[in-house]
């Protein structure tokens, strides 16, 4: 019962352009949204978050967007440089934030010289 | 200010046997949680420790076991290794339940022949 799904393994992007990374859930409860990046042979890291109050928060070159009526939220990097190249993992939370994490499967971001 | 560390890097074991992994927990941070990722899959919530109590359980085999001790360092154990729980495993400390400020490790990379 996959409750959290990144439907897209991969992504490759050119330098300079938009990588837009997708994640849909499927549990009402979820009220809070967060997005790691996880390099090879390290621990994943916290990049952006949103709560279910908002529809957007932005932070620098990385903005995630949330719709939830379609249960669908989205990372935007814009522009895409070649230390952003990692696994990108979409996690829910419920209670705000306070409660664990369900994290997707991950997209692997591959941005092209 | 250290960061969260784990060992073994790598392990190997027989099904059957049983495993201890460790952690230690970021400077400060008085919570611990501990995560499963399988290959091709994101982490998946085992449980969560603060201040040497469990406080939160995935839906894990009770084979799966943990402690936290009064420095907030933390173990995972797990009895009759099977095939499947061949993984990354994944700790990470906090200083409660703010899901932002969680800080992973580099894992364990188990492997169960």
């Known amino acids: 019962d996959q409750q959290v799904k990144q439907n897209s393994p991969s992504l490759s992007v050119q330098e300079g352009r938009i990588s837009i990374l997708n994640c849909d859930y499927t549990?009402?409860?979820?009220?809070?949204f967060l997005w790691y990046k996880k390099y090879p042979a390290e621990g994943p890291t916290f990049l952006i978050s949103i709560s279910s109050i908002k529809d957007k928060n932005e932070d620098g070159r990385f903005t995630v967007f949330l719709n939830k009526s379609a249960k669908h939220l989205s990372l935007h990097i814009v522009p895409s440089q070649p230390g952003d190249s990692a696994v990108y993992f979409c996690?829910?939370?419920?209670?705000?934030?306070?409660?664990?994490?369900?994290f997707g499967t991950g997209t692997r971001l591959t941005i092209i010289p | 200010e250290t960061g969260v560390t784990q060992s073994p890097t790598h392990l190997i074991k027989t099904r059957g046997q049983q495993v201890t992994l460790r952690c230690s927990s970021q400077s400060g941070h008085n919570t611990v949680s501990w995560y499963q990722q399988a290959l091709g899959q994101g982490p998946q919530f085992i449980f969560q420790?603060?201040?040497?109590?469990?406080?939160g359980r995935g839906n894990f085999p009770p084979r799966f076991s943990g402690l936290q001790f009064p420095n907030y360092s933390s173990e995972l154990n797990v009895n009759a290794l099977e095939l499947d729980d061949s993984a990354l495993y994944l700790c990470?400390?906090?200083?409660?339940?703010?899901?932002?400020?969680?800080?992973f490790g580099s894992g364990t990379q188990l492997s169960v022949l």
């Open positions: 549990n009402s409860m979820f009220d809070y």
């Open positions: 420790y603060y201040r040497e109590e469990e406080n």
């Open positions: 996690a829910a939370s419920g209670n705000f934030g306070n409660e664990k994490l369900t």
């Open positions: 990470a400390s906090s200083t409660g339940s703010d899901n932002e400020k969680l800080f």
